[in-house]
Nanobody, 125 residues
Framework: QVQLVESGGGLEQAGGSLRLSCAAS????????MGWFRQAPGKEREFVAA????????SYADSVKGRFIISRDNAKNTMYLQMNSLKPEDTAVYYC??????????????????WGQGTQVTVSS
């Protein structure tokens, strides 16, 4: 079993930055895909970004491309999401997730096997 713990969320002003971390523990594998999703009140959970084990394959949602940067440090079993130029519409609970299938970077939440509890990001205008 893989346990995921997010951190780094909080309150930030529009135009500011936050850096989220997702620490994985338990059984891990080198081919695991790691991704970020978010869910705003009254909205469905949506894909944000995902990254392959090597970092060679990265995918971003159009809404965050150019503003957010996903990365991972496999030695620390940790994934990061650097969020820049934050907008009020970025306000959501952010979840990290792991896809253990090894079938490539995917955007559907149903494809991910493990989830963290989420961290709240609130962006004020």
């Amino acid at each position: 079993q893989v346990q995921l713990v997010e951190s780094g969320g909080g309150l930030e002003q529009a135009g500011g930055s936050l850096r989220l971390s997702c620490a994985a523990s338990g059984r891990t594998f080198s081919n695991y895909i790691m991704g970020w999703f978010r869910q705003a009140p009254g909205k469905e959970r949506e894909f944000v970004a995902a990254i392959s084990w090597s970092g060679s394959t990265i995918s971003y949602a159009d809404s965050v491309k150019g503003r957010f940067i996903i990365s991972r440090d496999n030695a620390k079993n940790t994934m990061y999401l650097q969020m820049n130029s934050l907008k009020p519409e970025d306000t959501a609970v952010y979840y990290c997730a792991v896809d253990k299938s090894g079938r490539g970077v995917r955007r559907s939440s149903s494809m991910y096997d493990y989830w963290g509890q989420g961290t709240q990001v609130t962006v004020s205008s």
